[in-house]
């Protein structure tokens, strides 16, 4: 039988049955990795269900630090009868197979090309343990106990974690390290241990991860966190998964980080909303008045604040929105990943509307875009969305530690006191006086006779008079792009990475990869597969719309250029042909929108394949280059 | 097009305790039909906060979308203000209130704003008692898409176009006061003796003041068969008469006792009810929704101040908001610094 080598590379998978308490086990596990100082990526992969449906954790290791789905798995623990069949069958052959033999494995079932132990899990809980919750939780624990053993993993530092999570609850620490001495023990007894794929502390983890401070963190906790760090006041929001825990969490640190010294009173104000339109509607009337404000939203909340977004757009004020994407609407595939409301976030609302989004690939970039997303919206006077997506929001991902510069300032951007109203001559709210498209504001309330308006869409002239003068209304969404044009230097510049090098390279063309959000991680890891297999390929990471220059320009200096996302339709290939001047045959799609998050072996094989298959139509379409 | 009006001060006209005359708070000049009710409650709105002596720049001016929501730009120049969404004011304005809380907030609304398309909204804005005066010019119909049917509209009255209502009509009131709303009245765009103090009462309140007022629209719906008509409102109005009494002018006017009832408001001013053939008590919500019920079975409409409780809770308390406005705190007050960062990526290693 094949053995698989991974020493610290290497994936594992549960699968479990939601409702059970496997979620704080399984985190266990993977936390132990982080703690061993081994690069590794845990994923929830959930359904839109509280109790009693398959759920799977699946957790990568990986040396080299590539956090992204690599695709395959190489042991699988399955608790969960209702999805055995399909879970041994996903297996890499050489893998192995660890279930809860309570009950025997049908025959057919088996597989010559993989490993199985059997472990009575739930045997040994109903000896050990009286309490019937207790014995569920603590199944889950011996497994981890196992694999402790099966993997290599720091017993001691289980032992640890265990302590930090209960505190000075002894009892609980006692039977929950007693349930992973079962497993150790049993694992040690029964099988050889470890394992071919197993961790080694210190082994070769590279550089980068090695050097540098990291933390284990879900991207929605660290925009709530930014959301604090950028100074927000006002949130509002309406429940929707996979959103809600960045208010969860922002209410957590506020109710710790905001509140007034002398009063005890709040420095900030959390409102659940009706719906989103409401929550979007409270947004615009706090940013208005002046206070930073945001809301957090998915798929079909995006949709119903689209009114909003068009009125914030024309009305020229403040808005940050953090939107965590999910596959389509609420009976779509709430509880999957996809990056599929490009083209509905970057053109949200009516009219002529476009907007500037930003797009994080790590928690660390959760935090500093959302800090960033304040500091435009209020420089930019319009919204800001920030894309996330379920994967990065809700699951842990190893990150850079979080970083925070006490010199920064909270940049306000054109607004107009008091004083600087008395100074100022002839001030006309839409008023272009820096030819930036960004004209100067004011706040209710601020001076008794000077600098009041009346806001509204775009019937207005540059004082803010009611107009439906043609020429005002041109000269007014005219002065709209040239905003736009100023953002491009103010948001997020794409990261260029240095091509891998290439020996003996298999093509004559100039190749490159576009990408984004949690399609980075994976994509930089199938780059480097096939720079392997000799298909050089240099890459841009996207970080914002509108789209700097640069981009233009990478795609110009290739012959053919995939742009890799996780959606049906190429949204953000298709954003690019619309607003970049190229010929759109260049731009090949490589796409993933099954809800599970892209792995770098499909990425990777989707490309080969074009590469093999369509590069004689490409040296067509460009035979200068031929 | 709105004109700005020639500033132009007569020597001799009155001001108020800021030294501001009636004129300081006009807007631009209206552009609604003439004769709209809605004009009507506009200049109440300004005379309102001219006797009041609220300072124009400490307003903020919100409504949705129609020809109602048009008229914050006719009242109050020296006010910021702000013409949304159609149905969605009460969430900018519960925003904007929560974002500065020294603020008067004026919201204007218009039936099809708030009974059909906002009902949603305006319910909500209702239970949350946002501190603010919400004012719906209801006309029974939507002036600025010309004229169809709205919600509040009769059963049975009959459109410009001569068709019969089918349906019941919503009563904003009632449902204002099933939703908790701490301040309730209704009234009539062509009694200004009442509309305009109840404006006052309305701001002076600290909590969500609801006014319902009935404003003829001439060009839609002030022909024969309309229930909402100039004519028909007048002659089935029951008014309650009222005065405010601001805090600060120490019940000047007095009232003899038993010439009617004062109820005091949360800052001190008084409301006072003249003395009427029912003895109406407006600190009872359900004897507010019987009056509204029986005047409505007996074709009659009831106005007045329905009901008060100048002790409500406001969304500001129920927050536990700070007493500095969240859109005054800066850097220091707001962000935790690198020292409080690195202790909380501390318990994330
Ligand atoms: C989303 C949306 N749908 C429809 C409209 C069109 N619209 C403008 S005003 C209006 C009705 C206004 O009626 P009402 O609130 O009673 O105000 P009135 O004009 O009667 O004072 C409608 C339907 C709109 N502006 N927005
Ligand atoms: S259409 Fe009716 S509501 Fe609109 S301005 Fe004219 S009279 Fe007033
Ligand atoms: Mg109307």
Redesign the pocket.
Known sequence: MREINGVNNFVVKFANVNGTGSASANHLFAKAIFRMGIPVSPRNIFPSNIQGLPTWYEVRVSSKGYLGRRGGVDLMVCVNPQSMEQDIASIDPGGYFLYDSTKPLAQHLRRDDIHFFSIPLTEMCMREFDNPRLRQLLRNVVYVGALAALLNLKFSILKDLLNDQFKRKQELISSNVHALEMGYQFATENFDCPLPIRLEQGGDVAPHIRESEHILMNGNTAAALGAIYGGATVAAWYPITPSTSVIDAFSTYAERLRIDAGSGKRNYAIVQAEDELSAMGMVVGASWNGARAFTATSGPGLSLMS?FLGLAYFAEVPVVLINVQRSGPSTGMPTRSQQSDILAAAYASHGDTKQVLVFPATPRECFDMTVESFHLAEQLQTPVIMMSDLDLGMNDWMSPALEWDDDSTMDRGKVLDAEALDKAEDWGRYRDVDGDGICYRTLPGTHPDKGAFFTRGSSKDPFAVYSESGEDYVQNVDRLLRKFETAKNLVPAPKTHRPIEVKKPKTKLKLGALFFGTSASPAYEAVEMLADEGYPIDTMRIRAFPFHHELDQFIHDRDLVFVIEQNRDGQMRRLIINECEIPPGKLMPVLNYSGTPITARNIARKIRETLKTKSADVVALHPEKA | MSYIKPKFRHPRLPINTLGYTVADYDGAISTLCAGCG?DSISAAIRNACFLSSIPPHRIAKLS??????KMPTYFMGRSHGFNSV?GRMPSVATGASLANRELTYIGV?????TAS?GIGQFVHLVRRNVNMTYIV?N?G?????KGQV?ATADLGTVSKYGTANQFEGIDIASLALLQGASLVARSFSGDKEQLEPLIRGAMAHKGFAFIDVVSP?VTFNNHAGSTRSYTETREHLDAMPLDFVPMREEIRTHYAAGTGQNVTLHDGSVIHLHKTGTDYRTNDRVAALNALQAAQEEDRILTGLLFLDPNSQDLNRNLNLATRPLNELGKNELCPGSRVLNSINEGLR
């Open positions: 009114e | 809605h949705g979308i129609g020809c109602s929501s159609h609304s218009g039936d099809g704003d398309i010019a006309n119909c939507y002036g600025l898409t709205s629209c």
